[in-house]
């Protein structure tokens, strides 16, 4: 298992950008595929973006293809969402997790952060 400790949300205005950080405890973190998921209030936890283990494939829900885009830096255990044309649609709490494999699926997810809040006003 992996600590992930999100930051850098915040409020925004329409069309303004922001950088999220996922920060990973622990050597192993290169040995993960990443991602990024989003939940609003009243819906369901949904994917965002996924990288995997050496940065080198990534996959974007169409939601936010061409607007967001993920990186890692395994010297720093660190992955990043950076996320610019941000809508109101896209005020959400944010949450990094960590998989075994390069996916897309949530439930094959096995370690969560606590989530950070975007909030973007119209």
């Known amino acids: 298992q992996v600590q992930l400790v999100e930051s850098g949300g915040g409020l925004v205005q329409f069309g303004g950008s922001l950088r999220l950080s996922c920060a990973a405890s622990g050597r192993t973190f290169r040995n993960y595929a990443m991602g990024w998921f989003r939940q609003a209030p009243g819906k369901e936890r949904e994917f965002v973006a996924a990288i995997s283990r050496s940065g080198s494939s990534t996959y974007y829900a169409d939601s936010v293809k061409g607007r967001f885009t993920i990186s890692r830096d395994n010297a720093k255990n660190t992955m990043y969402l950076q996320m610019n044309t941000l809508k109101p649609e896209d005020t959400a709490v944010y949450y990094c997790?960590?998989?075994?494999?390069?996916?897309?699926?949530?439930?094959?997810?096995?370690?969560w952060g606590q989530g950070t809040q975007v909030t973007v006003s119209s």
């Open positions: 997790a960590a998989a075994y494999c390069f996916t897309t699926v949530l439930t094959d997810f096995h370690s």
